[in-house]
């Protein structure tokens, strides 16, 4: 069993998690790389804001709940604009918790996927590798829509 924790940007906090949880239970985007194996939500909250107050303490708490990877949603990835921090939070949390961090959790909306690329925001191997596990396909992405 994995426990896992999940982040999501502050600007979505009112997020009920529906896109992010379905792509759980599917085993799609971030979360397809638990295919073959049972996985445990053991922590759901935010950044808390920019630039991420939450971040140094909601660790903390999802390892005394057994967390031993950490998804930084979706929604740091397509918001307009994408967070600023997001290298430096996964640094940060892989450094200072020994956990290890994964961009992205839901596949990327087909709405959002067309805006990023019309506006050119990732058009960078650095984007590449962020998004390289929430991207998918045409026909993922619009079920996401």
């Known amino acids: 069993m994995v426990k896992i924790g999940v982040i999501i940007c502050d600007r979505y906090r009112t997020c009920a998690g529906g896109k992010c949880f379905r792509a759980l239970r599917e085993r799609e985007g971030g979360f397809s790389i638990y295919k073959d194996e049972d996985?445990?939500?053991?922590?759901?909250?935010?950044?808390?804001?920019?630039?991420?107050?939450?971040?140094?303490?909601?660790?903390?708490?999802?390892?005394?709940?057994?967390?031993?990877?950490?998804?930084?949603?979706?929604?740091?990835?397509?918001?307009?604009?994408?967070?600023?921090?997001?290298?430096?939070?996964?640094?940060?949390?892989?450094?200072?918790?020994?956990?290890?961090?994964?961009?992205?959790?839901?596949?990327?909306p087909e709405k959002y996927y067309k805006t990023h690329k019309a506006l050119g925001t990732w058009d960078s191997p650095e984007w590449e590798e962020r998004l390289k596990h929430v991207i998918c396909d045409e026909e993922t992405r619009k079920k996401y829509d």
Not at 52 to 78: P, Q, R, S, W
Not at 86 to 101: A, C, L, Q, R, S
């Open 39 to 108: 996985v445990e939500v053991v922590g759901y909250t935010t950044c808390g804001g920019c630039p991420g107050g939450n971040i140094e303490y909601a660790i903390t708490e999802m390892k005394k709940n057994g967390a031993e990877v950490v998804h930084l949603a979706t929604g740091f990835l397509v918001g307009y604009p994408p967070c600023p921090w997001i290298d430096y939070f996964k640094k940060f949390i892989e450094e200072k918790h020994g956990v290890k961090v994964v961009l992205g959790t839901h596949p990327i």
